[in-house]
C-alpha cells in the first residue's frame, strides 16, 4: 500500500486517481470527526465532502516534509467548527430559545429490544454531554479520544501549546463526569 | 506532588503519555492518595462511556461525490478514469501473457530463418555448410527451447511442439 507521502506527490502531480486513494483512506476518519462535532448526519457529510475538496484545493501547496493526516484533520477541524458557527447563526436566526437544536444526530427513535433501547438510551445521553460541551472542548477531546491523536499531535493541529490542549481535555472530562457518572455533580475531577 | 496537579494530570497519564518518571511520581502518589485514586476510576469509568459511541462509516456516495467536485478543478482529467479503474482480473492476464508469448516466438522463429539465410553465405567461406549449419540449428534449437519454457512457466499453456507448430 501506497503511504500518504507517496499518494500526495503524485496527486500534487496531477493524478486524480492518488488523490481518490487519499480520500478513500482517510474517508470514515474525516466522516467520524465531523459526524461528533456537527449536530446531524447530513451536515456531517456535507463538512466531510468539503474538507476533500478545500484539501484537493490547497494541496499544491502542501509541504511534504509536514504529516499529511495532522494537516488534513486541521483543515477539517476548521471546517466544522465554521459550519458550527453558521448554523448557530442560523438557529438564533430561526428559533431562539429552542431547546437545544444540535442533537438532531441524536434523533433515532427506531424501536429494538429492551436492552438495546437502554443502551441506545445511555449513548444518546453520551451523545448529548458531548455535544453539549463548549466547541473548544469537544474538539480538544474528539480529536484526542476518537481520532486517536497525542497531546502533541492534537497541539499541532490546532496551533495551540501543549498545556492549552491538556487543560481543555481536563475540562472537558470534567464537565462529563459531571453530567455522567453517578455523583459527578459532587464529585472533584 | 499536590492533589490538584495529580487531577490535571490524570487523563493523560491514562493515555500512556507521560515517561517513565513522571509516571513513577504519579503512581506514587496514588498509591498513598484516596481521592486522585477514586478520580483516576472515575476517569476510566468515563473513557469507557466514551468509548461507546463508536464511529459510523463515511456514507457510500462520499467518494464519488468528492472525486466529481475535484475533476472540475482539474480540467482534462476524467472523473470516469478515477472512479473505474481499468480492470486487471486474473483472468485476463494469462490471455495477454499468451498473445505475447506467440508473438515472441513468432520472432524468435523469423530470426532464426532470416539468420540462416543471412549468415549461412557468409560462414560458407570459411568452414564446411553442414558444420555450420548444424551448429547454428543446434543453438537456436537451445535457445527456443529455454524461450519455450520461460513462456510456458507463465503460461502453463504452451509447450515447445506447440510453439514450433506456430
Not at chain 1, 461528533?36 to 484545493?57: G, N, S
Not at chain 2, 472540475?72 to 505475447?100: D, N, Y
Request: proline fraction near 4%.
Amino acid at each position: 500500500m501506497a503511504t500518504d507521502e507517496i499518494l500526495v506527490k503524485r496527486a500534487q502531480g496531477g493524478e486524480l486517481a492518488a488523490y481518490g486513494d487519499l480520500v478513500e483512506r482517510y474517508q470514515d476518519r474525516v466522516y467520524g470527526l465531523a459526524a461528533r462535532l456537527l449536530a446531524t448526519p447530513e451536515d456531517a457529510r456535507d463538512a466531510a465532502q468539503e474538507v476533500f475538496i478545500k484539501v484537493f484545493r490547497a494541496l499544491p501547496g502542501f509541504d511534504l516534509r509536514a504529516e499529511f493526516a495532522t494537516w488534513l484533520y486541521r483543515i477539517a477541524t476548521n471546517v466544522c467548527l465554521d459550519m458550527l458557527r453558521r448554523r448557530l447563526r442560523e438557529q438564533l436566526h430561526n428559533y431562539r430559545g429552542s431547546d437545544s437544536g444540535r442533537s438532531n444526530i441524536l434523533k433515532d427513535d427506531r424501536a429494538g429490544p429492551e436492552d438495546a433501547l437502554l443502551a441506545k438510551e445511555r449513548l444518546k445521553e453520551l451523545q448529548r454531554a458531548v455535544m453539549d460541551l463548549p466547541d473548544d472542548y469537544r474538539v480538544a477531546l474528539v480529536l484526542h479520544h476518537y481520532q486517536q491523536m497525542s497531546y502533541r499531535q492534537v497541539a499541532d493541529c490546532l496551533g495551540l501549546p501543549e498545556k492549552t490542549v491538556a487543560t481543555r481535555i481536563h475540562r472537558a472530562k470534567l464537565m462529563l463526569k459531571q453530567k455522567l457518572l453517578p455523583g459527578g455533580e459532587d464529585g472533584a475531577l | 506532588m499536590r492533589c490538584s496537579r495529580v487531577q490535571e494530570m490524570l487523563s493523560r497519564y491514562l493515555a500512556g503519555e507521560y515517561n517513565s518518571f513522571e509516571r513513577a511520581a504519579l503512581a506514587k502518589h496514588l498509591s498513598s492518595c484516596d481521592t486522585c485514586s477514586d478520580i483516576m476510576a472515575d476517569l476510566r469509568r468515563l473513557n469507557e462511556m466514551l468509548d461507546l459511541w463508536r464511529s459510523e462509516p463515511a456514507p457510500d456516495d462520499l467518494l464519488d461525490a468528492v472525486m466529481i467536485e475535484v475533476s472540475k478543478l482539474s480540467p482534462g482529467v476524467s472523473v470516469q478514469h478515477c472512479l473505474q479503474p481499468v480492470p486487471t482480473s486474473p483472468a485476463q492476464t494469462p490471455g495477454l501473457l499468451r498473445h505475447l508469448a506467440v508473438a515472441a516466438a513468432l520472432a524468435l522463429a523469423l530470426s532464426w530463418g532470416i539468420g540462416s539465410w543471412l549468415v549461412a553465405p557468409q560462414a560458407l567461406a570459411a568452414t564446411g555448410a553442414d558444420r555450420l549449419v548444424h551448429s547454428y540449428a543446434t543453438a537456436s534449437d537451445s535457445v527456443m527451447q529455454d524461450t519455450a519454457n520461460v513462456i510456458e512457466s507463465l503460461t502453463g499453456k504452451l509447450n515447445f511442439e506447440e510453439l514450433m507448430n506456430r
